[in-house]
Nanobody, 124 residues
């Protein structure tokens, strides 16, 4: 079992920045790719980005250049740095852990463990 707890969400003005964190406990954190997903009001949850076990990253096209995922295996924590935030970035952000090692996991069904989510609200 891996327990994931997100933190750092909140209210930010458009153009601002926010960093959210996801702390993991349980099984070896470094064995998992860590993904970020988000669900905006009235919309389905979507993939935002992922960092692999080796530190490679992949992002939703619309987030490239604004969002950055990093991980600190010593602290069992993954981060999502969000810059130049827009009102359309308003969503609940979820972190998730995937044991998939043979490709970059992009689909929700490739993730085994999920956090409870943290709300990010961007005001215009």
């Amino acid at each position: 079992q891996v327990q994931l707890v997100e933190s750092g969400g909140g209210l930010v003005q458009a153009g601002g920045s926010l960093r959210i964190s996801c702390a993991a406990s349980g099984r070896t954190f470094s064995n998992y790719a860590m993904g970020w997903f988000r669900q905006a009001p009235g919309k389905e949850r979507e993939f935002a980005g992922v960092i692999t076990r080796l530190g490679g990253t992949n992002y939703l096209d619309s987030l490239k250049g604004r969002f950055t995922i990093s991980r600190d295996n010593a602290k069992n924590t993954v981060y999502l740095q969000m810059n130049s935030l827009k009102p359309e970035d308003t969503a609940v952000y979820y972190c998730a852990a995937s044991p998939v090692a043979w490709r970059v996991p992009l689909r929700e069904d490739e993730y085994t463990y999920w956090g409870q989510g943290t709300q990010v609200t961007v005001s215009s």
